[in-house]
T-cell receptor, first 118, second 111 residues
Framework: NAGVTQTPKFRILKIGQSMTLQCAQD?????MYWYRQDPGMGLKLIYY???????DKGEVPNGYNVSRSTTEDFPLRLELAAPSQTSVYFCASSSQGRGAHSFEETQYFGPGTRLLVL | GQQVMQIPQYQHVQEGEDFTTYCNSS?????IQWYKQRPGGHPVFLIQLVKSGEVKKQKRLTFQFGEAKKNSSLHITATQTTDVGTYFC???????????FGDGTTLTVKP
């Protein structure tokens, strides 16, 4: 299994340009997430999806859009890039489920996409 | 909404010293997960705790889940330079349907 893959690894955008960050997983996970991580900071949830056709906003969704047409893919779209969107973007997937004692979750992260908006 | 607070934000230790990071949730959790992110890398899952009062060990790492399932800790005994990185906790509240990450504790180890 490749796990969670992300493309591109690095991208420079000009202000106002648009791009799509790709994310794919081959573990048949229902849950997928997009996070951004600014230098020296923690993970901020942008959007997440609990299954194909279902998406929901995280804590910092403004300026981004997502779609989930298949279980495997969860692309993140930036329509009008701004310098504030300079960050490292991580995609993750998980299979939440009921274990013996409680609900359980393990998130698997992709290697990240480093985005610089100038 | 659910909040997960993690302290300290940074910890600098001499190699061989112990290290502890603490995680506190504003709500009762179904489970708590711990992740490690090496500098320049991505978060990698370390362990998951699901039972009240649970304690798990991985070599020099000891993970605890509080009795009320609202707090957790990660303790590293005799740190090594390979322990450097940022340690994140993440709490799953099934009412929220997703885990909430703490801001992480960044550990540096002086050889």
């Amino acid at each position: 299994n490749a796990g969670v893959t992300q493309t591109p690894k690095f991208r420079i955008l000009k202000i106002g340009q648009s791009m799509t960050l790709q994310c794919a997983q081959d573990m048949n996970h229902n849950y997928m997430y997009w996070y951004r991580q600014d230098p020296g900071m923690g993970l901020k949830l942008i959007y997440y999806s609990v299954g194909a056709g279902i998406t929901d906003k995280g804590e910092v969704p403004n300026g981004y859009n997502v779609s989930r047409s298949t279980t495997e893919d969860f692309p993140l779209r930036l329509e009008l890039a701004a310098p504030s969107q300079t960050s490292v973007y991580f995609c993750a997937s998980s299979s939440q489920g009921r274990g013996a004692h409680s609900f359980e979750e393990t998130q698997y992260f992709g290697p990240g996409t480093r985005l610089l908006v100038l | 909404g659910q909040q997960v607070m993690q302290i300290p934000q940074y910890q600098h230790v001499q190699e061989g010293e112990d290290f502890t990071t603490y995680c506190n949730s504003s709500t009762t959790l179904s489970n708590i997960q711990w992740y490690k992110q090496r500098p320049g890398g991505h978060p990698v899952f370390l362990i998951q705790l699901v039972k009240s009062g649970e304690v798990k060990k991985q070599k020099r790492l000891t993970f605890q889940f509080g009795e009320a399932k609202k707090n957790s800790s990660l303790h590293i005994t005799a740190t090594q330079t390979t322990d450097v990185g940022t340690y994140f906790c993440a709490g799953l509240n099934t009412n929220a349907g997703k885990s909430t990450f703490g801001d992480g504790t960044t550990l540096t180890v002086k050889p």
